[in-house]
């Protein structure tokens, strides 16, 4: 049956087709008569309207005098509705269902269970409708007493369709972005011995769909067994196999080189095409001490920002709006394009330096040591603080089994400083509590700071994000990306912005985020609070003594007024999650578990396999030496500088 297009439908409060829905129902509203003898789809749309006034919802454009009357009649629909639905029973009930416009089906469903219709309803009546090609099972699936009632026959049609699986999985599994997630119930009988083999016979299926598979890999919430996820792994390769044999597939190539003769010490070249990030020889000549070494890794390969936060992690703004549409796990750590392209060059550039300084005969493995066992406890007021790694002879896999703990060890060493006030190594040893990142502190009272509330929220949005539109105005339209970028390089006055984007102008000067100049120009009027949004928006996150007291005095009032708040641990919240998702699955499901893999000899036998997770397991540990130093030479320049007054 075809969709009535003029018919009234609700779809939420937030939905931008409203007034159209509301335009549609004013003649029913004006025609409404309660003696009238209604069909289901006129019974269903009453209802529709119904929910509109339900939720305050009304057209601008109506005075009080209509608006009173309008509500006044549409009080009057609820009687009509429930009249209708009295009269539903097992004899007519599969006729109606076959007329209903389909926009209308969950409202059917969703009367049928609040009218207590249901129970007039025989089983034989219910399996009908199973049986017909315009029922899906989801919008049953929304009514708790309609599962409660017909659990048998719920369960019965569940086991026997493959479709029933991807509503498992979706419920339980799929992380849900861009909308609410509908709540479905699934009958109590339903064991989890039973969405196992649903699973099961969904991935035997020729139809099973990649991304679902993926989510069964990755499951937790459901209850499957080793067996099962490793069956998903293998059909997922076979899928993703087939995929880039069709060429339908792109590939993310990351290139990097050695230049004899390039001055600079680094640039991006495009080589047909291909863009090339290479490195000059002369520079890594001329920084050969074990100091200069370990800073090239900031400098040179940007492991680390200026601001002294891993820059190798995901961030928000790098998620493009295109990848926010993809089905993904709510257990797995997003790897967004732009995180796996980060990930890539940094491990190939870790590649190319370990060649480079085996050429010259620098083993890497004591810059660290020397950076740990010795300029750390050397300048800093920690003792004792100690790292130690393989033979230089030794397997990766033996040198894998020896960094991993070591890895672990060296945090906990800084744990211990950190709560204790020195390094306790026999506390450390007696201690049997697992270690946990979240819980690891800084020496600063108060070192990260995280925007919060809606205010925060509304001032990334009008100022920096792409969807805002408030950037969007004439003559300039798509020159610039953010309303931010606007201000800052144009004259922009009141009038030159639309009716509709005004509302948000107004709000920003009202507040007084803006001001007009004597000339009539837009001007940002607290510009340190735009720069901490704006770091926020970019970065997620701010590390609070790398800015100017200015800058950290603007922090502070907005940490008075809700707009941010601090943090004092070692790592950021996506620092910990990178963390997480290369050492271990307590987070995610898809994590590399670097650490435990190889303690539990799950680890692959493969010596190329090895080595690359030996990269991965020392780029993590010259980012955590990273973190160590930065969190002590920030607490040294504030105990110098007597910085910490500020706080006070």
Known sequence: MKRDLNRVVFYSKQDLSGDRNLQNA????????????YGINEVLELYQIKLYFDNELYRRVWNKKTKEKYISIVDKFWSTITSFYTKVSSENIANYFESIDYQYYDSFWTLLSQLNTYKKISSNSLQEILKSNRFHIRQLLKQKNLVNQFSSIIKSYLLDSTESAELL??????EHVLSEKPKLFFP?????????????KYLDSP???LNYVKLVINSRTLKLSDKTKLKAKRLEKKQNDEFFEKGSGTTNRVQVSLSKDQVEPYKLENKNGQLTHCYSEKWLDATKSNEYIFRNFSFLFRYINAQGCIELVSKTHEIDSFERTFMRSKNEYLISFRFHGKALLSHIQLALYLHYLNENEISLENVLSHQVNEVLNEKFDIKGLTISFASENASPLEKIRFIAPELEFLIKQYQ???EEGFIDFDLIKISSSQLHLSKVKSKLQKKYIYGQGEEFLRLKHYFFSGNSMLYYIEPFKEKYRTFYQLLTSENIG???FQDYQKGDIDYLISHEYLFQDQ???LRIKNQELVFVIGKLHYEDVLSFWHYSPEIRKEILNMEQNGIVKFDNTLFTIEERKYLNYYLNKKEFSNSLDLRNKYLHGTNSSSEDEQQNDYLRLLKLIILIIYKIKDDLILYETEQKTGANKELS
Do not use: H, R, T, V
């Not at 004013?26 to 003898?37: R, W």
């Not at 999985?169 to 799929?174: N, P």
């Open 519 to 521: 000339d009539g120009f």
């Open 188 to 200: 109590n009988s339903l064991k989890d011995s039973d969405k196992e083999s649903m699973i099961l």
């Open 207 to 209: 139809n099973a769909n």
């Open 169 to 174: 999985l979706s419920q339980f599994e799929e």
């Open 494 to 496: 009141y009038d030159d």
């Open 26 to 37: 004013e003649p029913i509203i004006e025609n409404y008569d309660s003696s009238k003898i």
């Open 416 to 418: 211990c400083y950190i």
